[in-house]
Nanobody, 116 residues
Framework: QVQLVESGGGLVQPGGSLRLSCAASGFTFSSYAMRWYRQAPGKERELVATITSAGSSTNYADSVKGRFTISRDNAKNTVYLQMNSLKPEDTAVYYC?????????WGQGTQVTVSS
């Protein structure tokens, strides 16, 4: 019973910051890489960031590189996305994701709106 629960979204002005959290349960969290995706209205879901199981390596989409940071706390079974210098084009529903035994799992998503 894999479960992923995102939180931390909200309304923020351009240039502001938010930190998203994804609380995981139902699997050995420290054994799995985690990802953040986002989906804006009318657009396909896109990969934002990836972190390895131990947190030793990360990757980012070009659109967020230098502004977003993915991290994890394996003792708390939680993955984070720190978002700085936010732009209106970052507006989307943000989801965390894991593949376990060949099946992908998504959380319910958290809404991020960047607007003046």
């Amino acid at each position: 019973q894999v479960q992923l629960v995102e939180s931390g979204g909200g309304l923020v002005q351009p240039g502001g910051s938010l930190r998203l959290s994804c609380a995981a349960s139902g699997f050995t969290f420290s054994s799995y890489a985690m990802r953040w995706y986002r989906q804006a209205p009318g657009k396909e879901r896109e990969l934002v960031a990836t972190i390895t199981s131990a947190g030793s390596s990360t990757n980012y989409a070009d659109s967020v590189k230098g502004r977003f940071t993915i991290s994890r706390d394996n003792a708390k079974n939680t993955v984070y996305l720190q978002m700085n210098s936010l732009k209106p084009e970052d507006t989307a529903v943000y989801y965390c994701w894991v593949v376990r035994q060949g099946l992908g799992y998504w959380g319910q998503g958290t809404q991020v709106t960047v607007s003046s």
